[in-house]
């Protein structure tokens, strides 16, 4: 699937933790940052079900372990995120879904749009007939 890229961020290992670098407008994060949120959700919640129709994100997962199941319209590509260092870009015109896989998982999103309501396509059904428009 060419609208998902999996991406291993510069990590740095100390004697006392690790130092994970996110730069805007580079090999990690192709895009100017516009906004930035933590989610935060039960073990085997279910999140996300939505896609977008201009705004690109960046997944972080940099607690715990999350499943990112992605959806073209055509193909289905499940991803694992469990390291801070990792981290998976996806695309505009890309449905997705998260499982929180364990307890204490915090997923943090880069996006490169504000949020707007109308970018946000809830529906299963209109996302189909966007994608294939």
């Known amino acids: 699937m060419n609208l998902v890229k999996l991406i291993k961020l510069p990590r740095f290992d100390e004697d006392c933790g690790d130092l994970v670098v996110i ?7 192709p895009f100017r940052i516009r906004r930035i949120f933590n989610v935060r959700s039960p073990i085997n919640s279910i999140r996300g ?3 977008h129709r201009n705004c690109t994100q960046f997944f972080i997962c940099t607690n715990g372990s999350i499943e990112v ?24 015109g890309v449905w997705a879904e998260q499982k929180y896989i364990q307890e204490n ?8 749009q ?5 970018d946000y396509i809830r529906e299963y059904e209109e996302f189909l007939n966007f994608v294939n428009s």
């Open 114 to 118: 504000r949020y707007a309501e109308d």
């Open 23 to 29: 730069e805007a407008k580079s090999n990690n994060v």
């Open 69 to 92: 199941k992605c959806d073209n319209g055509v193909e289905v590509q499940k991803f694992i995120l469990n390291k801070s260092n990792l981290g998976l870009l996806v695309l505009p």
């Open 105 to 112: 998982t915090v997923l943090t999103v880069l996006c490169d």
């Open 49 to 51: 079900k939505h896609a």
